[in-house]
């Protein structure tokens, strides 16, 4: 079931953090580097809803269900989120296979997204494609990154990876 939920009321410069397949770990560094955020926005695979409670104490929060997230916390979230801040609509999704619609039609900023665990900056039509990459355990060789989303005033935004440098 997808859901339209009002945004945060945020002015219309803000600087969104992007996190997503945290899979229960939240490291330090992601933390530093989220800090600052006036809101953060995790793509699934939270994996543990104390990580969003951690999150929680940087900025306000809001999530989404990733394929890895179960159990009565993980129901509470809603598998799609379109997150309206100052002007700009950000859809939020954990896996880009799940779009369903043509981002351009729906007047979207931007679309977060995970699940691939690869960070992506990609400008498809008027709308910014950003996936985080991954913040919890590392997977293969991909780097461990976050990302921030500056929102301006009209369509104005850009976006940043934030590649996380780990004790491990």
């Known amino acids: 079931m997808k859901r339209r939920v009002e945004g945060t009321q945020l002015r219309s410069c803000a600087l969104i953090g992007l996190i997503s397949d945290t899979h229960g770990l939240i490291r ?9 955020s006036d809101l953060i926005i995790h793509c699934g ?15 306000p929060v809001r999530a989404i269900r ?7 916390w993980a129901n509470r979230l809603p598998p799609q989120d379109l997150v309206e801040v100052g002007g700009h609509a950000i859809l939020v999704l954990h896996d880009l296979a799940e779009l369903d619609r043509d981002t351009d039609a729906a007047g979207l900023t931007a679309l977060a ?32 990154t976050v990302a921030t989303l500056a929102l301006g005033s009209g369509r104005r935004c850009e976006a940043k990876i934030v590649r996380l440098t780990i004790s491990k």
């Open 113 to 144: 997204f995970g699940h691939s665990h690869k960070p992506v900056i990609e400008k498809r039509g008027g709308v910014l494609f950003i996936n985080p990459g991954s913040a919890g355990p590392r997977r293969f060789r991909l780097p461990v």
């Open 28 to 36: 330090p560094e992601a933390l530093k580097a989220l800090r600052g």
């Open 45 to 59: 695979d939270v994996g543990d809803p104390v990580v969003l409670d951690v999150l929680e104490t940087l900025a």
């Open 66 to 72: 990733g394929n890895n997230d179960r159990g009565p």
